[in-house]
T-cell receptor, first 113, second 110 residues
Framework: DVKVTQSSRYLVKRTGEKVFLECVQD?????MFWYRQDPGLGLRLIYF???????EKGDIPEGYSVSREKKERFSLILESASTNQTSMYLC????????????FGSGTRLTVV | KQEVTQIPAALSVPEGENLVLNCSFT??????LQWFRQDPGKGLTSLLL?????REQTSGRLNASLDKSSGRSTLYIAASQPGDSATYLC?????????FGEGTQLTVNP
C-alpha cells in the first residue's frame, strides 16, 4: 500500500516563525498536494506539484510556499506564521493520469500562538 | 465551478442498521469519485474509488454507486458497527482538481 507520511502530528509555533511541514511518500508518485482543513470551510488546496522542481498554486496559496527537490518529498513552508494559519494540514499523493485516486497522510495539526 | 453536497450532514443509527450516505455534484464532467473516511483529528483514509465509466464499487460491507449523468453517488454501509463511526467525505475529480463535500458525520450506537 502507498504510504504518505507527515513528519509531525501536532505542532505549536509562535507568530512570525518560519514553519516547515514535511511530507514523504513511498510509492514513486509524481503528483503531490497540500491541503488545509478548517471547520465549515472543508478541504482547500494550497499548492500542488506534478513532479520534481514543479509547483502550482492552488486555491489559497497566500502566505505559503512549497519545495519539491526530490520526488518523494513535498514540503510546505509558512514564511511567517500567523494565527489564521492555525489549521489541520493534509498532504496527498497520486499517480498521474485520470484513473488514479488520492492517498492522504495522517495530517498535521498546527497551532500558531 | 464544481460543487459537491453531502446529505445528511450528520446521522446517528443503532448498531446493525444498513445505511446510505448521499453525495451530489453539479458538473458531470468528472474522471472519478472517491469516498474517504476521517476519524477525529486524523487524516483521510480512502474507502472506494469509482471511475466515471463505472456504476459501482464494493469493498467488504461498503458499496458505492455512481450515476454520473444525474450527478449523484451513494455509499451504502451494511450491518453498521460502532467502529464505523467517523466522518465520511466524498470527493470528485475533474481536471486538475479534487473537490470535496462537507462530509457526513456518522455515529453508530451500540
Amino acid at each position: 500500500d502507498v504510504k504518505v507520511t507527515q513528519s509531525s502530528r501536532y505542532l505549536v509555533k509562535r507568530t512570525g516563525e518560519k514553519v516547515f511541514l514535511e511530507c514523504v511518500q513511498d510509492m514513486d508518485h509524481e503528483n503531490m498536494f497540500w491541503y488545509r482543513q478548517d471547520p465549515g470551510l472543508g478541504l482547500r488546496l494550497i499548492y500542488f506539484s506534478y513532479d520534481v522542481k514543479m509547483k502550482e498554486k492552488g486555491d489559497i496559496p497566500e502566505g505559503y510556499s512549497v519545495s519539491r527537490e526530490k520526488k518523494e518529498r513535498f514540503s510546505l513552508i509558512l514564511e511567517s506564521a500567523s494565527t489564521n494559519q492555525t489549521s489541520m494540514y493534509l498532504c496527498a499523493s497520486r499517480r498521474p493520469g485520470t484513473n488514479y485516486g488520492y492517498t492522504f497522510g495522517s495530517g498535521t495539526r498546527l497551532t500558531v500562538v | 465551478k464544481q460543487e459537491v453536497t453531502q446529505i445528511p450532514a450528520a446521522l446517528s443509527v443503532p448498531e446493525g442498521e444498513n445505511l446510505v450516505l448521499n453525495c451530489s455534484f453539479t458538473d458531470s464532467a468528472i474522471y472519478n469519485l472517491q469516498w474517504f473516511r476521517q476519524d477525529p483529528g486524523k487524516g483521510l483514509t480512502s474507502l472506494l474509488l469509482i471511475q466515471s465509466s463505472q456504476r459501482e464499487q464494493t469493498s467488504g460491507r461498503l458499496n458505492a454507486s455512481l450515476d454520473k449523468s444525474s450527478g449523484r453517488s451513494t455509499l451504502y454501509i451494511a450491518a453498521s458497527q460502532p467502529g464505523d463511526s467517523a466522518t465520511y467525505l466524498c470527493a470528485v475529480r475533474g481536471g486538475s482538481r479534487l473537490t470535496f463535500g462537507e462530509g457526513t458525520q456518522l455515529t453508530v450506537n451500540p
